[in-house]
Nanobody, 119 residues
C-alpha cells in the first residue's frame, strides 16, 4: 500500500525554523507533483506549496511566500518543506500529498504532523 510519511513537526517559538519531510513508499512518486497543505482547528485545509515532478517548478500560498521553501530529493522519494520566520498563525497540522494526474486530484495523503508556533 502506498504511503506518505511526514516528520519534523514540533513546538517552536515565533521566528524559529523547522523542516518537514515527507517520504514516499514508492519510487513512482518521484514523477508526481507533490504538495504541502495545512489545517488549523476550525478551519478548512489550505494549500501551502507544491513542486512539480518534471522541472521542479514551485508554487506557494501568499501567506508563506518568502518564508517557506519546498524541495524534493527524488533519489530518496522525499519532499521537504523548509519553514523560516515562523509565526503563531502558521500553527496547524501539516499534510503532504501526491497528485495523481489520471485522477485529477491529490490522491495520496500523509497522516499529518503538528506544527505549533508560540508567540
Amino acid at each position: 500500500q502506498v504511503q506518505l510519511i511526514e516528520s519534523g513537526g514540533g513546538l517552536v517559538q515565533a521566528g524559529d525554523s523547522l523542516r518537514l519531510s515527507c517520504a514516499a513508499s514508492e519510487r513512482t512518486f518521484s514523477t508526481y507533483v507533490r504538495g504541502w497543505f495545512r489545517q488549523s482547528p476550525g478551519k478548512e485545509r489550505e494549500f501551502v506549496a507544491r513542486i512539480s515532478g518534471s522541472d521542479g517548478s514551485t508554487t506557494y500560498a501568499d501567506s508563506v511566500k518568502g518564508r517557506f521553501t519546498i524541495s524534493r530529493d527524488n533519489a530518496k522519494n522525499t519532499v521537504y518543506l523548509q519553514m523560516n520566520s515562523l509565526k503563531p498563525e502558521d500553527t496547524a497540522v501539516y499534510y503532504c500529498a501526491a497528485y495523481e494526474t489520471a485522477r485529477g486530484k491529490y490522491a495520496y495523503w500523509g497522516q499529518g504532523t503538528q506544527v505549533t508556533v508560540s508567540s
